[in-house]
């Protein structure tokens, strides 16, 4: 899955889209009905949602292949996935609004904010650990992507989680110097899900909840995954096309999030702007700390913020989200304006980069 992830910034880092026009979400269409149908059957993928945005609004959604393949259900805009560590940049736009409200700042201590659990003591510096590096994974924290639990009958706390009962992952400690290098870490965003509720007083799926997911319109989309949401969502499958189990997560903010591809559009439009050039996500947080949230971050050689992948000599930001039997892919095109999502009920790496390619060669070519 981290290998994924690696593959996917130096797609989003080698993209390069110049202009700001509309163009035409039928032609792109065409294009798609021509090509995705081929490239699931070669890959033997069950099936894939896709959304486009610009602006303020949503231009355009599609989807190919089945939510079930034994039943042929197909997939639609209803259908539910799992987007992995995407999970993590809707987080931030959670944690965020504690930061403009001035109950949390971006460079103090983060363990001043925590009253459950600290950071364990360390070689190295656990005062030096902030918000900001947290979010840009530059902390030191260890434990890369979480590998979930096959059923939801008992799931650790998030505390429980952070001192290692996780399915394997570890616990979370500080094993490098804060604040010297990036090195992606899981586990500092449980370290972010459980300040939101020491913080807020509130449960994390809820204060995602009515802090970010209902504002942005996202209302087919939970952190709290229940036998309901498993009855709207496509089943899974694993890198062999086989049927595989709903994955759960006691750390949602880092792999938790289950949503519809619509729904993750409206996410998507956060980082672009309105008619009167204001960012869309400026129901969230201003305009300013938006700027501060999707800038290079230091020591990330220019490739990260918090918490998108960046590269700002191009204006993409995006991420991917790799968990067992599923696959999910955001871009924000922010110099064109447009973005697009695109999720799988499958770990089939190749597709989505495949789907990735295919999209942005259409929009250069329409704006060259």
């Known amino acids: 899955m981290f290998k994924h992830l690696i593959i996917f910034m130096t797609l989003i880092l080698t993209s390069s889209v110049h202009a700001e026009e509309p163009f035409s979400f039928s032609a792109l269409k065409s294009q798609l009905d021509e090509r995705v149908p081929g490239i699931l059957e070669e890959n033997k993928a069950p099936g894939v949602a896709l959304a486009f945005v610009q602006g303020d609004e949503i231009i355009g959604v599609t989807s ?35 930061v403009d409200q001035g109950k949390v700042t971006l460079d103090n201590p983060i363990n001043q904010y925590l009253k459950r659990w600290q950071i364990p003591e360390s070689e190295y510096n656990t005062e030096a650990v902030t918000l900001r590096n947290v979010l840009s994974h530059t902390s030191g924290l260890s434990l890369g992507p979480y590998t979930g639990w096959d059923s939801e009958d008992y799931l650790p706390s998030i505390v429980e989680s952070l001192n290692g009962n996780n399915s394997g992952a570890g616990p979370v400690e500080l094993i490098h110097e804060p604040d010297t290098q990036w090195s992606y870490s899981g586990g500092g965003y449980s370290l972010v899900q459980l300040l939101i509720e020491d913080v807020s007083g509130m449960d994390f799926e809820d204060y995602m909840q009515e802090n970010v997911l209902v504002p942005l319109g996202m209302t087919s989309s939970t ?46 439009l956060a980082v672009l702007r309105n008619d009167s050039g204001q960012y869309n996500g400026t129901k969230l947080l201003s305009e300013e700390l938006i700027n501060q949230m999707i800038e290079p971050a230091p020591n990330t050689d220019g490739r990260w913020s918090m918490s998108y992948v960046v590269d700002a000599e191009n204006s993409s930001l995006g ?10 892919l955001t871009r924000s095109v922010t110099d064109q304006n447009f973005g697009y999502v695109i999720l799988m009920n499958s770990s089939i790496g190749s597709v989505s980069f495949e789907l990735d390619e295919l999209i942005m060669s259409f929009v250069r070519e329409d704006t060259d």
């Open 223 to 268: 952190f709290n995954v229940t036998a309901t949401e498993i009855e709207k969502s496509a089943k899974p499958y694993d890198e062999n096309a086989v049927e595989t189990s709903m994955v759960y997560f006691a750390e949602q903010a880092a792999a938790g999030l289950q949503t519809t591809v619509t729904d993750l559009a409206r996410f998507n």
């Open 319 to 328: 991420f991917a989200g790799f968990n067992r039997g599923w696959e999910s």
């Open 64 to 98: 190919y292949g089945f939510a079930d393949v034994e039943t042929r259900e197909l997939i639609t805009e209803e259908t539910m996935f799992n987007v992995g560590s995407i999970s993590k940049v809707v987080t931030v736009w959670g944690v965020m609004q504690l």
